[in-house]
């Protein structure tokens, strides 16, 4: 057990929609990242946040955008919903200060498919 | 750009084989490198971690170690149970701010 909760679980929507996606942290992680996981892939780092201000971005257009709260949540937020999109979504918060010496610890997923 | 390559699955094996799950990476610098492990339905969870050229990462029987000469860091365990079955990721952080870099995956099914 991570701590780590995202919803929902499941999601439909259709293409040219938008969709958010939330994440709730271990207390006291102040780094989140998020991950897209197409079927039959490894996850692609989509953006992290650290401290409430994005701290770093893979290859993905600005129409993903993410916030991260004070109360250690955060939103994954995608604008204009394309098929490609459809992929389980994961977070994965870390604690203290961002770096590949601190455990990452990942949710379970959002499943999103985009008709 | 830095990237991870594994060996395609699925792999197959009777209950107390051996396995080897072979991972490669190509990246700049010193990564650290992971196995990740998913199973069905569940994200993802830290199976083990090395940081620098000849560390042995281990848990819970899996072993994998650091080879810089070789840029590997395969995944291995004597003895595999039904339990064991699952997806298992390798991945790297190059620039030691924990955004990795995965594999695609290799699935392991271990058949009684």
């Known amino acids: 057990e991570t701590g780590v909760t995202q919803s929902p679980t499941h999601l439909i929507k259709t293409r040219g929609q938008q969709v958010t996606l939330r994440c709730s942290s271990q207390?006291?992680?102040?780094?989140v990242s998020w991950y897209q996981q197409a079927l039959g892939q490894g996850p692609q780092f989509i953006f992290q946040?650290?401290?409430?201000?994005?701290?770093g971005r893979g290859n993905f257009p600005p129409r993903f955008s993410g916030l991260q709260f004070p109360n250690y949540s955060s939103e994954l937020n995608v604008n204009a919903l394309e098929l490609d999109d459809s992929a389980l979504y994961l977070c994965?918060?870390?604690?203290?200060?961002?770096?590949?010496?601190?455990?990452?610890?990942f949710g379970p997923g959002t499943r999103l498919l985009v008709l | 750009g830095d990237s991870v390559t594994q060996m395609e699955g699925p792999v197959t094996l009777s209950e107390e084989a051996f396995l080897t799950i072979n991972c490669t990476y190509t990246?700049?610098?010193?990564?650290?490198l992971f196995w990740y492990v998913q199973y069905p339905g569940e994200g993802l969870q830290l199976l083990l971690k090395?940081?620098?050229?000849?560390d042995k990462g281990s848990n819970k029987g899996f072993e994998a170690t650091y080879r810089k000469e070789t840029t590997s860091f395969h995944l291995e365990k004597g003895s595999v149970q039904v339990s064991d079955s699952a997806v298992y990721f390798c991945?790297?952080?190059?620039?030691?701010?924990?955004?990795?870099?995965f594999g695609q995956g290799t699935t392991l099914q271990v058949k009684p």
């Open positions: 994965a918060s870390s604690p203290l200060g961002a770096g590949a010496q601190e455990t990452q610890y």
């Open positions: 207390s006291g992680h102040n780094t």
């Open positions: 946040y650290y401290r409430e201000e994005e701290n």
């Open positions: 990246a700049t610098g010193y990564p650290s």
């Open positions: 090395a940081t620098k050229a000849d």
């Open positions: 991945a790297l952080d190059s620039s030691n701010t924990g955004k990795l870099i």
